[in-house]
């Protein structure tokens, strides 16, 4: 849904870096999924077809804040 954001924030070395995935039109959404190690969070279409893609790994992750559309 447009509005939907994931917050993730990433232990970089000494210091906490932020990063940001929106969904930026109507009808699309984002997915987290993890697994071996990484963490991928990603803006799909209604299709299921990826738009923009963001990998982590799991290791680095400090934390990951899902935030709704109102």
């Known amino acids: 849904m447009r509005g939907d954001r ?38 799909l279409t209604r299709g299921g077809t990826a738009v923009r893609t963001a990998r982590f790994m799991a290791s680095r992750v400090l934390a990951l804040v899902e935030h709704p559309a109102a």
């Open 6 to 43: 994931v917050e993730i924030v990433i232990d970089a070395g000494g210091e906490a870096k932020t990063y940001e995935v929106t969904a930026t039109r109507a009808g699309r959404r984002v997915d987290v999924r993890t697994g071996r190690g990484v963490v991928e969070v990603s803006e």
